[in-house]
């Protein structure tokens, strides 16, 4: 089945710098390559996601970039802000999901 | 709002006792997929249906079970429980059953005491 990993598990970054967080899967029959924003106490959120077929996907501050050779993908936040303070999970899969462990984000004022 | 309904929104029972979760998709979703969250944890995949099916089947305990009915929303049962089994479990559902789940419900926090 897949395995997904994701690192960091922990990110501190200062409020306007831009925040990396990379995911490695293991089945190559993954096509479909979300990533969610879960606030504390509450549901996960999908923010944005890619699919195979495509290398790159930007959405005003948020970006994912897959390597399909590679088997990784990541999230790249730019301009970060408070609000952006979360955790975020990355999946793989298609069918079984599987997630990563999280990334816990903070972003200082 | 996910278009994803769960009920109840909390749940608090004692061990030994059994309780029922119940899950509305997304209008137009085919799979439903159960998640177990417990704190400060990732997100344990339990089990998925489509479109009646199980399609997928992970950490699932045996003391839990699920089905879709034919209207599409789907019960996850957990029986004789356990202080482990307090946690916060998410109910997601998509279109396809191929694809990961894109649409999740506010949950529903089990406390066990």
């Known amino acids: 089945g897949e395995n997904v990993e994701q690192h960091p598990s922990t990110l501190s970054v200062q409020e306007g710098d831009s925040a990396v967080i990379k995911c490695t899967y293991s089945?190559?029959?993954?096509?479909?390559f979300p990533w969610y924003k879960q606030e504390l106490g509450k549901r996960p959120q999908l923010i944005i996601d890619?699919?195979?077929?495509?290398g790159e996907k930007k959405d005003q501050r948020i970006a994912v970039t897959l390597n399909k050779t590679a088997k990784h993908f990541s999230l790249h936040i730019t301009e970060t802000q408070p609000e952006d303070s979360a955790v975020y999970f990355c999946?793989?899969?298609?069918?079984?999901?599987?997630f990563g462990d999280g990334t816990t984000l903070t972003v200082k004022p | 709002d996910s278009g994803v309904t769960q009920t109840p929104k909390h749940l608090i029972t004692a061990t030994g006792q059994r309780v029922t979760l119940r899950c509305s998709p997304r209008?137009?979703?085919?799979?439903v997929y159960w998640y177990q969250q417990s704190l400060d944890q990732g997100l344990q995949f339990l089990i998925q249906?489509?479109?009646?099916?199980?399609?997928a089947k992970g950490n699932i305990l045996e003391r839990f079970s699920a089905q879709q009915f034919p209207d599409l929303h789907s019960e996850l049962n957990l029986s004789s429980l356990e202080l482990g089994d307090s946690a916060l479990y998410f109910c997601?559902?998509?279109?396809?059953?191929?694809?990961?789940?894109?649409?999740f419900g506010d949950g529903t926090r089990l406390s066990i005491l």
């Open positions: 089945d190559s029959a993954s096509n479909y």
């Open positions: 997601a559902s998509s279109v396809e059953s191929k694809d990961v789940p894109q649409h």
């Open positions: 890619i699919r195979s077929n495509v």
């Open positions: 209008s137009g979703d085919l799979s």
């Open positions: 999946a793989a899969g298609a069918g079984k999901s599987t």
């Open positions: 249906y489509y479109n009646g099916e199980e399609r």
